[in-house]
């Protein structure tokens, strides 16, 4: 069987038909039309605007397009499954050095938070330690009477004998009942030592309660909000379109007249237009533009507030 590109020329040749002409009605650049039927796929703007160029391009040479499309489907086979894949290995990047960053950042906010806490519990540690009295409590009550010894009669008449100098004289007026006390009769009890009630005590002070520990606010995560712009594009030609949400991976439609598409992002957007002036774009409602003439392709066109 044929090639793919073999196909495409040789149909196009038996309409007597040149690039140009398939050009001027299917509004593809001829250099898309050329690398179609050189088979040069990586010369197409993306698969499925490569499939539209195929639908397109059959239609106009009189070809049967589901025919025209397989063939398409399997002479690119390979092409865009390598392509594929590389495509996830740059997505695998991206994400791989997103996740660098950002475990960076977090260890960073985990030793900013570390030495914020140190720096305020060791002060009130050392303050708390610093203003804490001492005080001697006493074991028990026993501790707090007095040590007095009891005092017996014999040390009162000794004590008040040895005072006396000389004896009294006798006299022999003085009535016999009015004699001299028994000294042991007269012995005062020994006064009681003073009892200290409990409630008497001195009561310990309290020890003073420790500020509590200062803790360590946690860290916030940031807040994103995707989604805060609307791109509108909608289709007044066939064109093909590729649009890029802020880092996210590019995303490709075929656009019919009267198609409209929209797409959000959070910064900004990065077009790549098959046909300039075959599409209206609006972001968040205002007109954007013009890109360009008719079947031109413009690419990288940035697209922000």
Not at 186 to 193: I, M, Q, S, V
Not at 256 to 282: C, D, E, H, M, Y
């Amino acid at each position: 069987m044929e090639g793919f590109g073999k196909f495409l020329q040789e149909a196009r040749e038996r309409k007597r038909l040149s690039l140009e002409d398939v050009a001027s009605q299917t509004r593809i650049q001829p250099k898309y039309l050329e690398a179609l039927e050189s088979e040069n796929f990586g010369y197409l703007p993306g698969k499925v605007f490569a499939k539209g160029f195929v639908r397109s391009y059959a239609k106009t040479i009189g070809a049967d397009e589901e025919e025209a499309l397989q063939r398409f489907l399997d002479a690119s086979r390979n092409f865009y499954e390598q392509n594929h894949l590389e495509q996830q290995h740059q997505q695998t990047a991206v994400q791989a050095e997103h996740r660098g960053k950002f475990n960076r950042n977090l260890v960073l906010g985990l030793f900013v938070i570390l030495g914020v806490g140190i720096f305020y519990f060791l002060p009130s540690q050392q303050e708390t330690q610093d203003t804490t009295p001492e005080v001697d409590v006493p074991s028990s009550p026993n501790q707090l009477e007095p040590s007095l010894a009891p005092v017996t009669g014999e040390q009162i008449t000794n004590s008040s004998s040895s005072k006396g100098d000389s004896p009294l004289p006798e006299d022999s007026s003085l009535p016999e009942s009015s004699t001299a006390p028994d000294p042991a009769n007269t012995t005062e009890a020994p006064p009681h030592p003073s009892e200290v009630s409990p409630n008497q005590l001195p009561q310990s002070t309290p020890p003073l309660e420790s500020s509590p520990e200062p803790k360590p606010s946690e860290p916030t995560s940031p807040t994103t909000q995707i989604g805060n712009y609307l791109l509108e594009i909608e289709a007044t030609q066939l064109t093909w379109v590729v649009v890029r949400s802020d880092d996210q991976l590019p995303n490709e439609a075929l656009l019919q007249p009267g198609q409209r598409i929209t797409w959000k992002a959070s910064k900004q957007f990065l077009l790549t237009l098959g046909n300039a002036a075959g599409v209206v774009v609006r972001l968040n409602g205002e007109p954007q533009g013009p890109f360009g003439k008719p079947g031109q392709v413009v690419r990288d066109i940035l697209i922000k507030p």
